[in-house]
């Protein structure tokens, strides 16, 4: 990546050999494929992937940090879940809201106050209180594993709104894209980011506030999952918390990884989660339409991606100065 | 003497009437608290958090509890592994139940469990989903017979003058229930062979992703009549998709679900759903009463007879809407919560 933040083309980095592949299968699609390039189809497939870019978004900003959230996906499920159940046994919509809200950001406090604090590895904060949220919230707060939005309410006429055909999940997603790329790339506490997933003690001995921010990401990463379980109960009337026990967590880890953003922490950027994005779009939506089998198409999936990441092992191998201490 | 004899003549008689009434009372009702009282059935369903689970539960529980036998569920919320270890301990532990209803979430996962369970003594009753497995009952829908009606359902909604094409949301390419639908939609199409199924992604059982493919599948082929998605727990995504295409009304959507009000018969009223091949749940729950009830008197080990019990099912449209034709789960929470 050169100063400006473009990538440099001369030296193809995972993020570049993606971004390659997506393009080839676009062009290879829209061949061979009858619908494939129609303007419905292209809107479909960008809104296919926004919740799971939303999420990936909430997701990058925590890898970047050399953080992860694996509780994003139960606090989305199970966030939603509480709400539609306070409001369907007649809780006013405010005070819903607030509880909800309130919540989301007490488990994001948690899970920043235990890594940055209490020194425990994310990864096992966020499995645990990922499993709590939803242990908790099924058992406690709600009666059923799906819970209906009431009728007329703002979340059901939310899933019915449109701007020149597109959904609003789109607009939401390539919002809180521009948003999350403004914070990464403008503000102070966005580029501290960086430095504090690189080298978390050389930023704390330069006077990064590294702990605060830690708290702070996993507090965005919570209401990043709010809203995208907001705008899944949208578009279906209606939220699921089956959706913990699937695979959408790994997929979410998979297109910010995809894309090209370092587990390790310190690199990467929005343009990395809309290129993991584009491809696992594409992919899905190609399949869909030549109607492909689910087992063959996580077979095809897990083909491409491995393919990828050899490349990219091949083209970038590691060694003692790009190998970083705590990669995972 | 003369008293005397009329005396015994007397006793003789009352002896003579009363003895009748001695020989008809009923030997039923012992027999059946001895070989039912204080006796164990456990639900394992694949999980506790949905209409299915729940009204069994509650229909299973009235009944077993009125016999004097104790119910209980485990809860392996949609793991497979879960629900392998909730078996494993049941059948272990000290208080092992005498009849273990399962609701396999594949073909195969369980046979071996159950194999142990009946050779611990238990009998074994599956219900809803079939296994590869001689269970000493299965209780509930012929799968094949099921997607027969949805096919069916499917080639009246689109009727004569239309575009003749039809789309399948499956679930998953492992469940019997999945793959027994199927069959059986294909069997009916077979012999209509004007009609034809355009694309038959799977949903994994997942609403977003059945709305997903379902788009894509209203785009390619805009001129769709119907579709069939393999459940109403997922069918939600479909009719979403439908929904957001604006081609509400012109695609008949055919699902099957438990008979839940809020799940079938609400969205059949509304419009959402064109006809939902329903399952009788209460009937269901009955028809497992009534066969645990037969092997706990029957002295048989377990494992000795293999009893296949279909449950009635019938495609249900908006026209043939009663107000008893589901149950409501909400009525049965509040009852619970009564008590």
Known sequence: MNAIGWPNWRRLNQEGIVFAIAILLFAAAALGLPGFLTADNLVAIVRSVSVLGILALGMAVVIIGRGIDLSAVAIMAMSVAWYLQLLNTGTSDGLAFAYVLAGVLAIGLLNGFLVAYADVPAIFVTLATGSFVFGYVRSQLITQDAVPVPQGHWVELLGGVRFLDIPVEVFVFAGLAFLVFLFLRYTKWGRFIYFAGDNPVAARNIGIPVRPMLVLRYALSAVVALIAGLLTAASLHSINTRVVNSTLLYDIVLVAVIGGIGLSGGRGGVRNVLVGAALIGILLNAMTIIDIPLLYQNLIKAAILLGAIIVDGIINPRDEQTAQQGDI | ?339
């Open chain 2, 1 to 339: 003497m003369r008293l005397l004899r009329t005396l015994m003549a007397a006793a003789l008689a009352v002896t003579a009437f009363a003895a009748p009434s001695f020989a008809a009372d009923d030997p039923g009702p012992a027999a059946y608290a001895k070989a039912l009282n204080g006796k164990r059935v456990m639900l394992v369903p694949l999980a506790m958090g949905f209409d299915l689970a729940q009204g069994w539960a509650h229909y299973l529980k009235k009944e077993v509890e009125a016999w004097g036998g104790t119910f209980e569920t485990r809860d392996p919320n949609w793991v497979v592994d879960a629900g392998a270890q909730a078996i494993t301990d049941a059948i272990a532990s000290d208080t092992r139940p005498d009849v273990l209803i399962i609701h396999a979430p594949d073909l195969n996962s369980y046979s071996k469990l159950m194999k142990k369970a009946q050779a611990a003594g238990t009998y074994v009753l599956l219900v809803d989903n079939p296994a590869n497995f001689p269970a000493d009952a299965f209780v509930g829908s012929d799968w094949d017979k099921l997607g027969q009606l949805e096919a069916e359902a499917a080639i009246k909604g689109c009727g004569e003058n239309s575009s003749k094409k039809i789309g399948l949301v499956q679930g998953d390419q492992a469940n019997s229930s999945s793959l027994y639908q199927y069959a059986g939609i294909m069997k009916v199409l077979e012999k209509h062979p004007d009609f034809q199924v355009v694309a038959k992604p799977d949903s994994n059982w997942d609403a977003t992703t059945s709305r997903n493919v379902t788009t894509t599948m209203l785009q390619q082929h805009p001129d769709i009549c119907s579709i069939i998605d393999f459940w109403d727990g997922d069918a939600t995504g479909a009719s979403a998709a439908i929904r957001d295409a604006k081609l509400d009304g012109k695609v008949f959507l055919v699902t099957t679900g438990g008979g839940e009000k809020a799940a079938d018969c609400d969205k059949l009223n509304d419009g959402t759903y064109g006809a939902v091949v329903m399952t009788d749940l209460a009937r269901q729950s009955g028809d497992m009463n009534a066969i645990i009830k037969f092997l706990l008197q029957s002295g048989q080990p377990a494992g000795t007879s293999h009893t296949y019990i279909y449950t009635l099912e019938k495609a249900t449209t908006k026209a043939d809407l009663k107000p008893d034709s589901c149950w409501d789960l909400k009525a049965l929470q509040a009852e619970a919560a009564a008590k």
